[in-house]
């Protein structure tokens, strides 16, 4: 054993060996922490970025110089581990998905693509429910999908703009427009956009859906998609002929899910939610414990129903395109205010 302990190798081996599981440990720990501190510079793992090259390839996205691709592959990299350790965790109803947003830090993600923003609305609001007497008298329908009844359009796309407000009003006008008059027309978020500027501002800003109806029912209605495209800037108020109108709005009271699904019931439901951990949503049951209450998106409630596993939940239409979530759609669970669903919802009346 003599010559053995007098050897000095093996002990620089160990050292090196243990410097080696230092580093590794402290560039994974750096990595994962990049999800929220994108920019730095972090240890270029050959198959992420072949990974990376593949996801911009796909989504036909450029850069306008190495540095920015460079920060840009440190921020897909978070999200990838963050993707891929969340689908392997297990144990939840939903899972995620490297989308075309990968690229983009939480906070980007959130500043562009959300966009509700609470302010009070006056004026045409109907006092009251007009469903409590449905609540009382009529059992609860087990499944709606509106989809279904030929009630709503195709899913639209916000892009780089916080609008959402006006994508899930005209979803609701468009829902109880073709309930009433059996004519499901696309109808115009860009004058919304535009136009309902009395406490809804510019796609930086945010707004809601309340004042949204409420400029509708002051323009005596709303134009046609085709009559006043969507450009994703908000810009100067055109004059353009209505198409549809309504007469009032109402709001559904507040965290009565109940109340909820009889008025989704009877038509699709404009809601506020906390979309904080939506970005990578894929498929499946959205639960309570991926979010909280702050109100941050708003989106169109078309239906609900339950799933394979007996869970309930809520059918919703999103405004991200059709790439994300179930075709653009998206399930969030039902009964336990998952995500602030039952906060801020309204509908308008015809």
Not at 162 to 183: D, L, N, P, R, Y
Not at 222 to 229: L, P
Request: glycine fraction near 10%.
């Amino acid at each position: 054993m003599a010559p053995y302990i007098g050897n000095k190798k093996p002990l620089v081996t160990v050292a090196l060996i243990l410097l080696s599981v230092l580093t590794i440990t402290n560039c994974i720990s750096y990595t994962i922490a990049a999800r929220d501190l994108p920019g730095s510079g972090t240890v270029v793992d050959a198959a992420m970025m072949a990974r990376f090259e593949r996801w911009m390839a796909k989504h036909g996205r450029t850069y306008k110089d190495t540095a920015e691709k460079a920060r840009r592959f440190q921020v897909f990299m978070a999200n990838a581990l963050f993707v891929d350790s969340s689908n392997a965790a297990g144990g939840k109803k939903y899972h995620l998905a490297i989308n075309g947003f990968a690229d983009m830090t939480h906070d980007e993600f959130m500043a562009r693509y959300t966009g509700y923003k609470s302010a009070p609305a006056a004026g045409k609001k109907m006092p009251g429910f007009q469903y409590s007497n449905v609540t009382m008298s009529q059992p609860l329908l087990a499944e709606v999908d509106w989809r279904t009844k030929g009630a709503v359009t195709g899913v639209k796309n916000q892009e780089d703009c916080g609008c959402c407000w006006a994508f899930s009003a005209v979803a609701a006008i468009e829902g109880i427009h073709k309930i009433k008059t059996g004519q499901l027309v696309s109808l115009s978020e860009q004058q919304l956009l535009d136009c309902s500027t009395d406490s809804n501002y510019a796609c930086y800003v945010g707004g809601n859906m309340d004042n949204a109806f409420q400029y509708v029912i002051s323009n005596g209605g709303i134009t046609t998609e085709d009559a006043y495209q969507y450009t994703a800037v908000q810009d100067w108020c055109q004059s353009v002929q209505p198409a549809v109108t309504i007469r009032s709005y109402q709001d559904v009271p507040q965290y009565n899910e109940n109340a909820l699904a009889v008025a989704v019931a009877n038509q699709p439901v404009s809601v506020g939610v906390d979309a904080s951990n939506f970005q990578f949503y894929d498929g499946g049951v959205m639960t309570a414990d991926s979010c909280g209450t702050d109100i941050n998106h708003a989106v169109t409630i078309i239906g609900y129903g339950t799933a394979e596993d007996g869970s309930l939940y809520w059918l919703i239409k999103n405004s991200w395109g059709e790439t994300w979530g179930e075709g653009g759609y998206f399930k969030l669970e039902r009964g336990v205010n998952a995500c602030g669903v039952a906060i801020m919802a309204s509908y308008p009346v015809v």
